[in-house]
């Protein structure tokens, strides 16, 4: 079993930054693949972004590529994301997830992931 929870998300107005955690516990997270996605009420849930367990493999979305960047630490069991110039489209609850490195998933597919955290609310306005 493992346990995610988020924390650093808020209101930030367009433009702005902000830095989401996630801390890892129960199992292994050095083996694990650590992924970011978000979710509008009634809409689908996005990727964001995911890194390998060796941290060397970086993945992001469209939609977030050269704003946001992903980082991990394994001494802490911590994934970061780091959020820039962000603007009010960024508005989600962002989730942080994980599944086994080694059983060779896609990171951009949510179906991947076997743990989830509850979600951080991330607000910007205009």
């Known amino acids: 079993q493992v346990q995610l929870v988020e924390s650093g998300g808020g209101l930030v107005q367009g433009g702005g930054s902000l830095r989401l955690s996630c801390a890892a516990s129960?199992?292994?997270?050095?083996?694990?693949?650590m992924g970011w996605f978000r979710q509008v009420q009634g809409k689908e849930r996005e990727f964001v972004s995911a890194?390998?367990?060796?941290?060397?493999?970086?993945y992001y979305g469209d939609s977030v590529k050269g704003r946001f960047t992903i980082s991990r630490d394994n001494a802490k069991n911590t994934v970061y994301l780091q959020m820039n110039s962000l603007k009010p489209e960024d508005t989600a609850v962002y989730f942080c997830?994980?599944?086994?490195?080694?059983?060779?998933?896609?990171?951009?597919?949510?179906?991947?992931?076997?743990?989830w955290g509850q979600g951080t609310q991330v607000t910007v306005s205009s």
């Open positions: 997830a994980t599944y086994d490195d080694r059983l060779g998933y896609d990171p951009y597919n949510a179906r991947s992931y076997e743990y």
């Open positions: 890194i390998s367990r060796s941290g060397k493999n970086l």
């Open positions: 129960g199992r292994a997270f050095s083996t694990f693949v």
